[in-house]
């Protein structure tokens, strides 16, 4: 059974950066990871994702340049470094996974992701 165990959330100041973690037990290296995040009130939406051959990327409009998502292959973790946060970006992010290679154009859908994490709250505000 795969779980996925998300950390690195928490307060920030708008400007500021964090960096959140995931870690797939129980997963085997390959297939496609990613972020979704859901604020009060609001849809889930996707974030990032990364295929782990060829470590193709895909971010939401709203967070490109300023968020950038990279994959640990030797301990099958998933990593998405958040710079230059903003208020709007106060949300639960969820790490998923699937264990398919998906295709580019299906990495922002969530109904693709069989496992997903906690969640790890992420607040910007000074």
């Known amino acids: 059974q795969v779980q996925l165990e998300e950390s690195g959330g928490g307060l920030a100041q708008p400007g500021a950066s964090l960096r959140l973690s995931c870690e797939a037990s129980?997963?085997?290296?390959?297939?496609?990871m990613g972020w979704f995040r859901q604020a009060p009130g609001k849809e889930r939406e996707f974030v990032a994702a990364?295929?782990?051959?060829?470590?193709?990327?895909a971010y939401a409009d709203t967070v490109k340049g300023r968020f950038t998502i990279s994959r640990d292959g030797a301990k099958t973790a998933a990593y998405l470094q958040m710079n230059n946060l903003k208020p709007e970006d106060t949300a639960v992010y969820y790490c998923?996974?699937?264990?398919?290679?998906?295709?580019?154009?299906?990495?922002?859908?969530?109904?693709?992701?069989?496992?997903w994490g906690q969640g790890t709250q992420v607040t910007v505000s000074s």
């Open positions: 998923v996974r699937t264990s398919r290679r998906l295709i580019l154009s299906a990495l922002s859908l969530h109904s693709q992701y069989d496992y």
């Open positions: 129980g997963a085997s290296s390959g297939g496609t």
């Open positions: 990364i295929r782990w051959s060829g470590g193709n990327t």
